[in-house]
């Protein structure tokens, strides 16, 4: 919370107020100036601490992108009343100053921990407050505890994409069930939530109708009109955020138990979210028709080979898309990927993720290092150079949003398959159809090991033998088209051109926000 200087003028009292660094190009100064008129001592600091909570509030919505007047919103904190927090004042005769105040709503408790919290000289006789008043002033809130569990992802380096994800779902259930002391969450308020959710419209912070507009706001005006709502992955997926974030305050022992808990499970048979189970040997033979697939991956390498690594090695999405030439390695006499975050733009799920998965012969059969040798001719360093970078997400969102077309294209619309269903194929196969140890299917997909830590070595070329033997006993279990050298040329020639359109879409989305609002 910004904390305020006081200044002596004579014209009066002034509590003056640092801007953030990263806010005064929107505030437009580097500090702000309040008159206390008519204020002094006790009152004059809780006027101060409430301008600066208005103001911390105020700082976190500009963060978020919200619109704020600064000045009305310090006009309108200033201008209301605060006796409802003093309760009693009186000098004793030897002359000490005694408050007695009266704690009677959680906004009292918020204001009294602010003054608690400042720089101001020590409250009066601070202990004629009952305990469970001074225990509710300085319990943590929602809102704060949001912050921590968010540097808390950060720290532990979690993707752009899923901060952004849990970003949204947080602010969204605090703006819709308000801040309170942490402790104060109840089941009611989780089911609330998700209630809203249910009515809660798809993109609103896209959509023109909803603009400048607060969640609830949002929500009330969906409750009135129509409006396409979320689908049900996406409401499943709030859930579990929300789910997430309370179960860590519970494993700080700042909740006795998750509000979440008591609520029923939607049945996840009657949800829309991709289902994980591996491709049956149909959809396989229509994913690999000896026509379709090669008329359809023709056009880009990952299309081709980018497939072709995910049914072979079973292998994540963002892990293929984001290899590099040099990704591929001879190790222990046998040719595979390194799977593996050794650039800026490369990542892994997890630490387990790193290792080396050799590919079996019909991959390199198929041609896979001829393909790597046009690669180096072109001049490329990254295997699959078409694909357009994303903060969030890495390399992984326009393989996976083509192959999904793809894979709709040819039927598989009954239980939307995803490009992740290989690696549940790979690890169906390893294990239940070819008897392969789970520690050397784990080595192969990159799951967390069930063994020792010293014995986790993804890169052990002693183990390499056995993981070839496994990959070769899987397959792959269809028929792999052939490739024929230089059949990318016309492909390759195209990157300049791409990259170029792909600066100008970029510039043109910078400009666009940088527009005010209509």
């Not at 580097?30 to 004059?44: C, E, N, S």
């Not at 150079?385 to 969102?397: C, E, R, T, V, W």
Request: glycine residues 6%; contains cysteine; proline residues 6%.
């Amino acid at each position: 919370m910004p904390k305020p200087l006081f200044l002596r003028r004579p014209s009066g009292l002034y509590a003056r107020f640092l801007v953030p660094v990263d806010l005064r190009a929107q505030v437009g100064s580097r500090f702000l100036v309040r008159a206390l008129p008519g204020l002094r001592g006790d009152a004059a600091r809780l006027v101060a601490a409430r301008l600066g909570l208005a103001l911390s509030e105020a700082f976190d919505l500009l963060r978020r992108g919200r619109t704020v007047d600064i000045y009305e919103t310090l006009k309108a904190m200033q201008s209301t009343a605060i006796r409802e927090l003093t309760f009693e004042r009186e000098r004793l005769a030897d002359g000490t100053v005694r408050e007695r105040w009266q704690v009677d709503s959680d906004d009292d408790a918020r204001r009294l921990k602010a003054i608690i919290q400042s720089d101001s000289p020590r409250i009066e006789d601070i202990g004629m407050f009952p305990p469970h008043l001074l225990a509710e002033a300085n319990a943590p809130r929602l809102a704060e505890r949001i912050e921590t569990y968010l540097g808390d992802m950060r720290l532990a380096e979690r993707s752009q994409g899923n901060l952004d994800d849990t970003t949204y779902t947080l602010h969204l259930f605090l703006e819709l069930t308000g801040d309170k002391p942490l402790h104060r969450l109840t089941t009611d308020d989780v089911r609330a939530f998700l209630k809203a959710m249910e009515v809660y419209p798809s993109n609103a912070s896209k959509k023109k109708v909803f603009r400048g507009m607060t969640p609830k706001e949002i929500l009330a005006k969906a409750q009135c009109e129509d409006h396409p709502r979320l689908s049900m992955r996406t409401k499943d997926k709030h859930k579990d955020r929300l789910a997430a974030f309370l179960n860590a305050q519970v494993a700080e022992d700042l909740l006795t138990k998750s509000p979440h808990k008591a609520i029923i499970n939607r049945d996840k048979s009657k949800t829309d979210a991709p289902s994980r189970e591996p491709f049956s040997p149909e959809e396989l033979a229509a994913l690999f028709d000896p026509e379709a697939f090669p008329k359809w991956a023709a056009k880009y390498p990952h299309r081709w080979w980018g497939t072709i690594l995910g049914v072979a090695t079973g292998a994540r999405l963002n892990e293929i898309a984001q290899l590099y030439v040099d990704d591929v390695r001879l190790e222990a006499g046998h040719f595979g990927i390194h799977i593996r975050a050794g650039r800026e733009d490369q990542r892994l799920k997890n630490a387990h993720s790193s290792r080396f998965v050799p590919l079996p012969s019909a991959v390199l059969a198929a041609g896979f290092l001829m393909f790597v040798e046009d690669v180096k001719h072109a001049g490329c360093e990254r295997l699959f150079p078409h694909l357009p970078f994303s903060q969030a997400n890495g390399y992984g969102d326009a393989m996976g949003d083509q192959f999904r077309a793809y894979a709709i294209k040819q039927g598989l619309t009954g239980r939307l398959k995803s490009f992740h269903c290989f690696r549940h194929n790979v690890t169906n196969g390893l294990i239940n159809e070819h008897g392969v140890a789970v520690h050397t299917a784990q080595e192969i997909t990159g799951h967390d090991l069930s063994l020792p830590s010293g014995l986790k070595h993804y890169v052990n070329p002693g183990t390499i033998p056995n993981r070839v033997m496994a990959l070769q006993a899987y397959g792959p279990p269809v028929q792999l088209p052939a490739y024929q050298s230089g059949q990318f040329a016309a492909s390759f020639k195209l990157l300049k051109h791409m990259e170029k359109r792909r600066q100008r879409a970029t510039k043109k989305r910078q400009v666009s926000r940088s527009r005010p609002p209509a």
